[in-house]
């Protein structure tokens, strides 16, 4: 059984910046893909960016330039630094990892609120 932790979500007023953290109990290296996605009350669950196991991202377009996703294989985390964050990012923000499509495994999630 794959287990993720997140942690470092919290209340942040616009403009601020929050550094999210997965830490999962198997070595990173056993997946070839970990992200994050959140989703808002009401809305479906978005994408936020992803991590290859070549380490190129691609980011969902209303974070483009403002957050960052980074792995460390010593620590077997995925990191997710959030810049100049606005109201609409406040979210539960969810971080995965999986080998394929039909093999994802998801942290429990953790909220995300940005005040104006």
């Known amino acids: 059984q794959v287990q993720l932790v997140e942690s470092g979500g919290g209340l942040v007023q616009a403009g601020g910046s929050l550094r999210l953290s997965c830490t999962v109990s198997r070595s990173i290296f056993s997946f070839n893909g970990m992200g994050w996605w959140r989703q808002a009350p009401g809305k479906e669950r978005e994408l936020v960016g992803i991590i290859i196991s070549g380490g190129s991202t691609n980011y969902g377009d209303s974070v483009k330039g403002r957050f960052t996703i980074s792995r460390d294989s010593a620590k077997n985390t995925v990191s997710l630094q959030m810049n100049s964050l606005k109201p609409e990012d406040t979210a539960v923000y969810y971080c995965?990892?999986?080998?394929?499509?039909?093999?994802?495994?998801w942290g429990q999630g953790t909220q995300v609120t940005v005040s104006s």
């Open positions: 995965y990892v999986q080998r394929s499509a039909l093999e994802r495994y």
